[in-house]
């Protein structure tokens, strides 16, 4: 019955009349009368229903289609089924839905490059923005770099906190150049020595102006006793040793670095062009 529908009587099909549906039933549309479904009608297929889809079942599922989902709905689906999404429904998926996305379901939706092996994802900046501390550590080396260079600027800064240095250490030349301040600012110690010479070099140089902000502000509070106590480790790791012999006998207790290098501490290089590897 299902499958001698004509695409009319499918495009006419409401969300009520497929909710009488049995799964099983729901499992016999075509990828064809999939991708002719109206995206109201797919309020009537839950995520379970989704989650019996076939492989080319799941690539029927348009944009329109996939907008619809909430964040339980495509979270229900299995985790190969991602690798299966069309172009235009990669593109179509917001940051709520990849919240909601465990680290395997997001490593295989990352996975999933249309125009050739290892190409970064068609995900958005609005999807990655979505990208959570916990989910972000479900993803490998390769799944963190087919996130395109353009769109992880967009990496929110409690994800980049959460990266390994082993991922900080695997991201591409293009994606480094395309970080933001504020993603860099947010990396600890350890992940910033992760980064090969010439990526520390080039990031430390892009943002020197930052930095000394940063800087000033700690040297700032390094003066005073009470809001001395208040630095962490990473803050007081970034004061050089002028800083620190200054005012460092007047204040009792201080939490010291116990780094081990000094690159960070290092005078800035002016670097005009990007490195030549990651």
């Given at each position: 019955?299902?499958?001698?529908?004509?695409?009319?009587?499918?495009?006419?099909?409401?969300?009520?009349?497929i909710s009488?549906?049995?799964?099983?039933?729901?499992?016999?549309?075509?990828?064809?009368?999939?991708?002719?479904?109206?995206?109201?009608?797919?309020?009537?297929?839950?995520?379970?229903?989704?989650?019996?889809?076939?492989?080319?079942?799941?690539?029927?599922?348009?944009?329109?289609?996939?907008?619809?989902?909430?964040?339980?709905?495509?979270?229900?689906?299995?985790?190969?089924?991602?690798?299966?999404?069309?172009?235009?429904?990669?593109?179509?998926?917001?940051?709520?839905?990849?919240?909601?996305?465990?680290?395997?379901?997001?490593?295989?939706?990352?996975?999933?490059?249309?125009?050739?092996?290892?190409?970064?994802?068609?995900?958005?900046?609005?999807?990655?923005?979505?990208?959570?501390?916990?989910?972000?550590?479900?993803?490998?080396?390769?799944?963190?770099?087919?996130?395109?260079?353009?769109?992880?600027?967009?990496?929110?800064?409690?994800?980049?906190?959460?990266?390994?240095?082993?991922?900080?250490?695997?991201?591409?030349?293009?994606?480094?150049?395309?970080?933001?301040?504020?993603?860099?600012?947010?990396?600890?110690?350890?992940?910033?020595?992760?980064?090969?010479?010439?990526?520390?070099?080039?990031l430390e140089?892009?943002?020197?102006?930052?930095?000394?902000?940063?800087?000033s502000d700690?040297?700032?509070?390094?003066?005073?006793?009470?809001?001395?106590?208040?630095?962490?480790?990473?803050?007081?790791?970034?004061?050089?040793?002028?800083?620190?012999?200054?005012?460092?006998?007047?204040?009792?207790?201080?939490?010291?670095?116990?780094?081990?290098?000094?690159?960070?501490?290092?005078?800035?290089?002016?670097?005009?062009?990007?490195?030549?590897?990651?």
């Amino acid at each position: 019955f299902i499958q001698s529908l004509s695409k009319k009587a499918v495009q006419a099909l409401s969300a009520d009349q497929i909710s009488t549906l049995t799964t099983t039933q729901k499992g016999y549309f075509s990828s064809a009368q999939l991708a002719a479904l109206s995206s109201a009608a797919w309020g009537g297929f839950s995520g379970s229903d989704i989650a019996t889809f076939s492989s080319s079942q799941i690539a029927g599922i348009g944009k329109e289609a996939i907008t619809t989902f909430n964040p339980s709905k495509i979270s229900s689906l299995t985790t190969s089924q991602f690798s299966y999404f069309s172009a235009p429904a990669v593109a179509a998926i917001s940051g709520d839905q990849i919240a909601a996305l465990s680290g395997a379901q997001l490593s295989s939706l990352l996975a999933n490059a249309r125009f050739y092996p290892g190409s970064p994802s068609e995900l958005t900046g609005k999807a990655i923005s979505g990208i959570t501390a916990t989910n972000v550590l479900g993803l490998s080396a390769a799944n963190l770099q087919n996130i395109s260079p353009k769109a992880i600027s967009s990496l929110s800064t409690l994800a980049v906190k959460a990266l390994t240095a082993t991922q900080v250490a695997a991201l591409t030349v293009d994606q480094v150049s395309n970080l933001t301040s504020a993603q860099y600012l947010a990396m600890s110690t350890t992940q910033k020595n992760a980064f090969s010479t010439s990526n520390h070099n080039y990031l430390e140089a892009k943002f020197a102006k930052a930095l000394a902000v940063v800087h000033s502000d700690i040297v700032a509070k390094f003066g005073s006793p009470a809001l001395a106590k208040t630095l962490t480790k990473e803050q007081v790791s970034l004061l050089n040793a002028t800083d620190i012999a200054a005012v460092d006998g007047n204040i009792p207790n201080l939490p010291h670095s116990d780094r081990k290098s000094t690159r960070l501490n290092s005078s800035h290089t002016d670097i005009s062009r990007m490195p030549s590897s990651a």
